[in-house]
């Protein structure tokens, strides 16, 4: 039976391991300070800020969330986020996605200015990730490993690690932060509509799935002894309930847990992570506009 990796565990070890950090901010009279905007509303994204926003002010972070009408222009958005840029009490900014369409989410990510781009999508981090530089780095990547590393992954030299997703959000910064040379992982990134997607996902040291189809992968189609991350997030029918929902994964959690390793459950494994990332670059970022030592 599979090892779970429990990622509410370990963003609750972080987020203990912040507070001193912010302590330590607040004697010199520096309160981490992060801003996030919002465009339209979108329940989802509505309820992802709201969670972001609790979770800054229960670190002891100052939060400061812009909600802008669905009707807003490009030019008023960029408006905002160069205020942003000049707040001085303000050090991590992010755009919650998606904009709406008439809004180039590119042109907007951009405006952000790179040492304040905690979601780390700004070309510039984006570029520095690739090149192993110093860089923000997107939340849902670095949870990841985050979570590999402090349960013991820490050896990928010449394990082959299979991403089935290619966006900018998981597969991509995912894949800049293993291929670089001190870490030496062999990585593959599959489109979900891989022609015979299983003889890729079947030689996977660790294998990672963000697709949003619910139990996409299933035992068939791993090796034994995988590590299994999954970043899928589906509601679908309770057979105990008609009336309610329950989350799934991309991944058959049941099936696989015989043949994996190690897994991530869903809920409770990546999804913590991502607002606990978002507030540990935010109190990176503090630290680098004040010349402390990150």
């Known amino acids: 039976m ?3 990796l429990d990622g509410r565990k370990i963003s609750t070890e972080i987020r203990d391991e912040l507070k001193p950090e912010i302590r ?42 812009v909600r802008l009408p669905e009707n807003t222009t490009e ?12 707040d001085s009490k303000i050090h991590g900014i992010f755009i919650q996605l998606p904009l709406p369409k008439h ?36 939340a849902t990547p670095s949870g990841i490993y985050e979570i590999l590393i402090r349960y013991g992954y820490k050896d990928f ?36 509509s891989t022609p015979d997607l299983p003889s890729y996902t079947r030689r996977a040291d660790i294998l990672v799935v963000s697709v949003d189809k619910p139990r996409f992968i299933n035992a ?17 029918e309770d057979p105990a309930c008609k009336t309610k929902k329950r989350l799934v994964g991309d991944i058959d959690f049941e099936g696989v847990q ?9 809920p409770g494994g990546v999804g913590p992570m991502t607002i606990t990332m978002l507030l540990y670059n935010t109190i990176k970022a503090a630290k680098i506009m004040h010349h402390i030592q990150p």
């Open 157 to 192: 030299k010449g394990k082959d690690v299979v991403i089935v997703n290619t966006d900018n959000l998981v597969g991509k910064p995912l894949a800049s932060i293993l291929i670089q040379k001190d870490i030496g992982a062999n990585v593959t990134l599959c489109h979900p």
């Open 103 to 138: 809004i180039a989410e590119s042109k907007a990510l951009a405006a952000i200015t790179p040492d304040k781009d905690v979601d780390g999508f700004h070309p510039a981090n984006v570029g520095k990730a690739w090149l192993g530089q110093e860089a923000f780095l997107p």
């Open 2 to 4: 599979a090892k779970i």
């Open 24 to 65: 330590s901010l607040e004697e010199k009279g520096i309160i981490p300070g992060l801003a996030g905007i919002l465009v339209g509303e979108n329940q989802g994204s509505s309820t992802y800020i709201r969670l972001k926003e609790k979770a800054a002010e229960e670190l002891g972070l100052r939060s400061e969330m």
């Open 258 to 266: 015989e043949k994996a390793e190690a897994i991530t459950p869903v």
């Open 220 to 236: 068939d189609m791993v090796k034994e002894g995988v590590i299994a991350i999954d970043f899928g997030a589906n509601y679908i």
């Open 75 to 86: 030019e008023r958005l960029l408006k905002e986020i160069d205020k942003l840029n000049l």
